[in-house]
């Protein structure tokens, strides 16, 4: 356990991947909240300040690249760092999430649950 205080919210729209990463968050001691669709997942980053965004692109209401934009848009939250997590991994969608502002770009299918925590540490420490 870290015992670090550190939220994160995961903006996932496939409530098994979301459950998976979150139960695999809280093993390392992390607040998880989870917002299933674009809207939510803004008013969720607005209303609870996490450290740390996980965002996926295909949302219903509102898709990532639009959600992260909004983000980096809003002074109140433009400094949580924003992780685009999702299964595009075309070049072209990683210079889009790379170029509205995000942290990283990380493809789910090429990394397991425990290399996410590994990978999210850095951005929290």
């Known amino acids: 356990m870290t015992g670090n205080n550190n ?3 995961i903006i ?6 979301a459950n998976m990463y979150k139960a695999s968050l809280k093993q390392v001691d992390y ?3 989870v917002a299933a669709d674009g809207e939510e997942g803004l008013t969720s980053a ?14 219903p209401k509102m898709d990532g690249f639009a959600v992260l ?14 992780i685009m997590l999702t299964n595009l991994g075309q070049d072209e969608d990683k210079e ?3 170029r509205l502002g ?12 425990a290399q996410i925590n590994d990978k999210i540490k850095k951005y929290l420490s």
Do not use: F
């Not at 996932?12 to 991947?17: K, L, R, S």
């Not at 983000?71 to 949580?80: E, F, Q, Y």
């Open 96 to 98: 889009r999430g790379k």
């Open 31 to 33: 607040e998880v909240a």
């Open 69 to 82: 934009e909004k983000i980096k848009s809003d002074d109140k939250i433009k400094d949580i760092p924003v």
């Open 102 to 113: 995000a942290a990283d770009y990380w493809v789910k299918a090429d990394l397991t649950p």
């Open 7 to 9: 939220k994160i919210l």
């Open 46 to 59: 607005v209303s609870g300040r996490p450290n740390l965004i996980l965002l996926d692109i295909m949302l």
């Open 12 to 17: 996932e729209d496939d409530q098994t991947i």
